[in-house]
Nanobody
Framework: QVELVESGGGLVQAGEALRLSCEAS????????MAWYRQAPGKQRELVAA???????NYADSVKGRFTISRDNAKNTVYLQMNSLKPEDTAVYYC???????????????WGKGTLVTVSS
């Protein structure tokens, strides 16, 4: 089927930057939207940023101006550049992709297993 693998998480201090990557592999005909979500301890999963195949983007208010989502369609990869990180950005970050596996079928949502980002104060 389809597998999403995230990388780039880690421990940083407040004010520093990290870049997350997520590569999709497997039976892929087309990827429509790709997105990053995050889930902090004790909280619900929330959308951080999303990007459509044409390049249009949207961001959560809490990360606007600090995070940038981008994608390389040739590599089936989405990135999240996170600058000026804050302790409240600490969470497990999940990659999400809306994937059409074969022509003529409906696209389905796929999730990665997540990568932990910890921001110390």
């Amino acid at each position: 089927q389809v597998e999403l693998v995230e990388s780039g998480g880690g421990l940083v201090q407040a004010g520093e930057a990290l870049r997350l990557s997520c590569e999709a592999s497997g039976s892929i005909f087309r990827i429509d939207g790709m997105a990053w979500y995050r889930q902090a301890p004790g909280k619900q999963r929330e959308l951080v940023a999303a990007i459509l195949s044409g390049g249009s983007t949207n961001y959560a208010d809490s990360v606007k101006g600090r995070f940038t989502i981008s994608r390389d369609n040739a590599k089936n990869t989405v990135y999240l550049q996170m600058n000026s990180l804050k302790p409240e950005d600490t969470a497990v970050y999940y990659c999400n992709a809306l994937v059409q596996t074969t022509i003529g079928t409906f696209a389905r949502n796929y999730w990665g297993k997540g990568t932990l980002v910890t921001v110390s104060s």
